[in-house]
C-alpha cells in the first residue's frame, strides 16, 4: 500500500494589509472549485482500488462455480457412458428374444424408446453445461485481462511517481538541511518547503534560495506533463493583525501559495492548467500549535503531485 500524506512545510507570519472584498472572493471561489476537483481525485483513486478488488472477488467467485460445472460435466458423461451400455445391453436382449413373443418383444420396444429418450435428455443437458463453462471460461478471461491492465496501470502511475520523487529528490540535493523535504506517499509526491527557505516575516515575496529551488522544482516538473500540481499555503492559527495588503491568514496564505506558481508559470514548458494555488489558512495544522516549534511547522508551503488517471477511468467504464 502507498504511504500516507507528508505535508509540505511553509510559513506564514503577520503582516499588514487588506486585499479587495472582489479579489479575495474570486481566490476564495478558485480555492473552493480546485479543492473539489482534488478531493474528486482523492475519492476516484480510492474507487479505483475497490473497483480492483471487487473484480477480483467476482473472479474467484467465477472459478468456484467454474470447478463446480466442471465436476457437473463430468458427472454428466459417466451418466452418458452408463446409459449407453444400458441400451446396447437391452439390444441385445431384443435382438435375442425377438424369436420368442411377439409381448416381449413389445416391451423391449417400449424400454429402448424409453432409454433413447433419456440418453437424448442427457446429451442435451450436457451440451447445455458445456455452453455454459466456455460462455463462463471467456468471462474469467475477460475479467483476469481487466484485473491485469489495471494493475499495469497502477504499477505504472507508482513507479512514474517514484521516478518523479527520485527526480525532484536529486534536483533539490543542495537544499537539503534548508527546511525543504520530498516524500512519496498514497501515489503521490509531496514537497514541503519551510518559511525560512522562501518568505521573510510577513510577506510572500520570495527570496533568492527559495526561487532558485521553486526553478529547480519546475525544471522536473517541466519534464512530467501528465501530473497535476497542487500548491497549498499554510499558517499557524495566531489571528493575523497587521495592516496594509494582507486581511488575514487566508489571504497570506493564497498570496504565498499564488506566488509559487508565478514562479513555476515561468518555465514555458510546464502545463500552466497542471497548476492549483489554494490558501489553507491555519486549518490544516500538522503540529500542536501551544509551542513555537509545532506553530513553526504548521507555517509552511505544501507542493502536492497528483498523477492523472484518466487511462484507469477509462479502463473502468468498460463494460
Given at each position: 500500500m502507498l504511504k500516507k500524506i507528508i505535508i509540505l512545510s511553509v510559513i506564514v507570519s503577520?503582516?499588514?494589509?487588506?486585499?479587495?472584498?472582489?479579489?479575495?472572493?474570486?481566490?476564495?471561489?478558485?480555492?473552493?472549485?480546485?479543492?473539489?476537483?482534488?478531493?474528486?481525485?482523492?475519492?476516484?483513486?480510492?474507487?479505483?482500488?475497490?473497483?480492483?478488488?471487487?473484480?477480483?472477488?467476482q473472479l474467484d467467485q467465477l472459478r468456484i462455480i467454474y470447478d463446480s460445472l466442471f465436476v457437473k460435466q463430468n458427472s454428466l458423461k459417466k451418466d452418458l457412458?452408463?446409459?449407453?451400455?444400458?441400451?446396447?445391453?437391452?439390444?441385445?436382449?431384443?435382438?435375442?428374444?425377438?424369436?420368442?413373443?411377439?409381448?416381449?418383444?413389445?416391451?423391449?420396444?417400449?424400454?429402448?424408446?424409453?432409454l433413447l429418450a433419456q440418453l437424448e435428455a442427457k446429451e442435451l443437458a450436457l451440451i447445455a453445461e458445456s455452453n455454459r463453462l466456455l460462455k463462463l471460461e471467456a468471462n474469467m478471461v475477460e475479467r483476469s485481462n481487466r484485473i491485469a491492465?489495471?494493475?499495469?496501470?497502477?504499477?505504472?502511475?507508482?513507479?512514474?511517481?517514484?521516478d518523479l520523487k527520485n527526480a525532484i529528490s536529486k534536483a533539490l540535493t543542495a537544499f537539503e538541511g534548508k527546511g525543504l523535504t520530498v516524500e512519496q506517499q498514497d501515489g503521490k509526491v509531496y514537497v514541503s518547503m519551510e518559511n525560512k527557505l522562501l518568505f521573510k516575516s510577513g510577506s510572500w515575496a520570495i527570496g533568492p534560495e527559495g526561487?532558485?529551488?521553486?526553478?529547480?522544482?519546475?525544471?522536473?516538473?517541466?519534464?512530467?506533463?501528465?501530473?497535476?500540481?497542487?500548491?497549498?499555503?499554510?499558517?499557524?492559527?495566531?489571528?493575523f493583525s497587521g495592516s496594509g495588503q494582507i486581511a488575514d491568514n487566508w489571504d497570506l496564505s493564497t498570496k504565498r501559495a499564488t506566488a509559487i506558481v508565478q514562479i513555476l508559470s515561468e518555465n514555458q514548458i510546464i502545463k500552466l492548467e497542471n497548476l492549483t494555488a489554494a490558501g489553507r489558512s491555519e486549518y490544516a495544522p500538522v503540529a500542536l500549535n501551544n509551542s513555537n516549534d509545532g506553530k513553526a511547522k504548521n507555517r509552511r508551503i505544501e507542493v502536492v503531485l497528483t498523477p492523472k488517471l484518466d487511462e484507469i477511468s477509462k479502463l473502468l467504464k468498460i463494460n
Open positions: 503577520l503582516s499588514s494589509s487588506c486585499v479587495s472584498s472582489k479579489i479575495y472572493k474570486e481566490l476564495d471561489g478558485k480555492y473552493t472549485t480546485l479543492k473539489n476537483e482534488y478531493d474528486n481525485l482523492s475519492s476516484e483513486n480510492e474507487f479505483i482500488t475497490n473497483d480492483r478488488n471487487l473484480l477480483q472477488s457412458v452408463a446409459f449407453q451400455k444400458k441400451y446396447d445391453n437391452i439390444n441385445k436382449t431384443y435382438k435375442a428374444l425377438e424369436q420368442n413373443s411377439s409381448e416381449e418383444i413389445a416391451n423391449n420396444v417400449q424400454k429402448n424408446r424409453e491492465e489495471l494493475e499495469a496501470l497502477i504499477n505504472s502511475k507508482d513507479k512514474a511517481m517514484r526561487r532558485k529551488a521553486i526553478e529547480q522544482l519546475g525544471i522536473v516538473l517541466a519534464d512530467n506533463p501528465e501530473i497535476a500540481v497542487l500548491i497549498e499555503g499554510h499558517t499557524d492559527n495566531d489571528p
